[in-house]
């Protein structure tokens, strides 16, 4: 599966996004789907993913409330629609795919796609 990031760019502090991640060559019900994410100087981390059925989703504790993962099984695309974002979720983020299942850490995953910017800043 090759997978496509898209929607980053710049927004203010207080005010909302959505990053989508296109797949192509297999159907993104055929993997866990996860949003990681880099700021400068950090190592990645997990931010949301949705399992191979759809249901549950899941997320770090400091997106839950904020942050939506979800998927259009038509267009073949994962999303993540991000509210009340703050400037510490400014980083670039990366959508992966998963044969095993949801898992935390990045490395479990098979499949990445390039990274989108997404700078949160007043």
């Known amino acids: 599966v090759q997978l496509q990031a898209s929607g980053g760019g710049s927004v203010q502090p207080g005010g909302s996004m959505r990053l989508s991640c296109a797949a192509s060559g297999r159907s993104v019900g055929s993997y866990a789907m996860s949003w990681f994410r880099q700021a400068p100087g950090k190592e990645r981390e997990f931010v949301a993913a949705i399992s191979r059925n759809g249901y549950p989703a899941n997320y770090a504790d400091f997106v839950k409330g904020r942050f939506t993962i979800d998927r259009d099984m038509f267009k073949n695309t994962v999303y993540l629609q991000m509210s009340s974002l703050k400037s510490d979720d400014t980083a670039v983020y990366y959508c992966?795919?998963?044969?095993?299942?949801?898992?935390?850490?990045?490395?479990?995953?098979?499949?990445w796609g390039r990274g989108t910017q997404v700078t949160v800043s007043a």
């Open positions: 992966a795919a998963g044969v095993d299942g949801v898992r935390f850490q990045g490395s479990f995953y098979d499949y």
